[in-house]
């Protein structure tokens, strides 16, 4: 973490607490299906800037390798494209001497797959998460450069 965030020692508890909370939803697979994103809030536009988002992994599924995006997600899954105009991650990457960007990650536990392919624009699916989600968990890290 030190070389994202720097060193941030409240920071690093706070972040801590979050990541046991999306983990305890991301392991306990009893809700059905997870989707995963990756965006910045803190853009002009209400729904920020999406840097990732996967739908439609599997229940079971309790961890992404490092460098999964394109090359290991799990069977089924769906990584839709993203605000840079293609699915897969982007990284995080604000303006230096900016200030810090606010980075929400957020996991939702579905009750089925959703109907929608790779090429669903970030606010529809969004959209669809909201009126469909069982549940959801919510990390938000700051970062800055």
């Known amino acids: 973490m030190d070389s994202v965030a720097g060193k941030k020692p409240a920071l690093m508890w706070a972040v801590h607490l979050s990541v046991i909370a999306l983990v305890l939803l991301w392991v306990v697979p009893t809700f059905g299906l997870l989707v995963s994103s990756f965006r910045t809030g803190d853009q002009i536009t209400g729904s920020g800037w999406w840097h990732w988002a996967a739908f439609n992994l599997p229940a079971d599924t309790t961890s992404l390798p490092e460098g999964a ?3 290991a997600m799990p069977e ?3 990584e839709s494209r993203t605000d840079f105009g293609a699915p897969g991650y982007g990284g995080a990457c604000p303006p230096e001497g900016g200030g810090a960007h606010a980075y929400t990650i ?3 536990a579905l009750p089925a797959t ?3 392919d790779p090429e669903v624009m970030p606010a529809m ?3 669809m998460l909201r009126g469909s989600a069982l549940e959801s968990t919510t990390l938000t890290v700051p970062f800055g450069r």
Request: proline fraction near 0%.
């Open 69 to 71: 995006s394109a090359h």
């Open 76 to 78: 089924g899954s769906i």
């Open 106 to 108: 957020t996991l939702y």
């Open 114 to 116: 959703l109907g929608l």
């Open 125 to 127: 699916l969004s959209y």
